[in-house]
C-alpha cells in the first residue's frame, strides 16, 4: 500500500521564492534559534547552579506568581509557558516534591487539575528571579 503523502498548499497570494530569497529568512530562522538556545542553556545553567531549580521549575513559578499566586488550572499553566502536559506534569511534580507548589482537583471537573503556589515556591521565586532577569538581561541586550 503506498504510503499517503502530505503536502503544503500555498496562499493564492503566495509565492515560491528563489533560493537566495529563501536563505535570508532560513538565516533569520536559525538566528532566532541560536539565540533562543543560547539563552534557555544560560538560564538553566545559571538557575540550576545558585537555585538548584530547573528553567521550567522557575517558568511555573514565575506564571504562577504573575497569576497573583491564585490557584491555575494546568492544561492553561501548559498553554501559556509553551510546555506539553506531560512535561509540565514533570517539573510541577519536582515542584510538589520540593515543597514548592501544591496541585489539587477541581471540585466541578474532577479531570482538571489545579496548581498553586506555597510560601517556600514564592520564595525560591524571590531569591531566583533576580538571576533570571539578570541572564535574560545579558543574554538579549
Not at 96 to 102: A, K, S
Request: hydrophobic share 35%; with cysteine; net charge negative.
Amino acid at each position: 500500500m503506498p504510503k499517503p503523502t502530505t503536502s503544503v498548499e500555498l496562499p493564492p497570494t503566495a509565492s515560491v521564492e528563489s533560493p537566495t530569497e529563501t536563505t535570508g529568512l532560513v538565516a533569520e530562522w536559525r538566528d532566532l534559534l541560536t539565540r533562543h538556545a543560547t539563552t534557555s542553556c544560560a538560564l538553566e545553567k545559571e538557575l540550576q547552579g545558585r537555585h538548584h531549580i530547573g528553567l521550567s521549575e522557575f517558568e511555573t513559578l514565575d506564571r504562577l506568581i504573575e497569576a497573583g499566586g491564585e490557584s491555575y488550572k494546568m492544561s492553561d499553566l501548559a498553554n501559556d509557558i509553551y510546555l506539553s502536559q506531560s512535561a509540565l506534569s514533570r517539573a510541577v511534580a519536582r515542584l510538589e516534591r520540593d515543597g514548592l507548589v501544591g496541585r489539587t482537583l477541581c471540585t466541578e471537573d474532577r479531570r482538571a487539575i489545579f496548581v498553586c503556589l506555597t510560601d517556600k515556591g514564592r520564595e525560591v521565586h524571590a531569591q531566583a528571579a533576580p538571576t533570571h532577569r539578570g541572564v535574560l538581561e545579558q543574554e538579549l541586550s
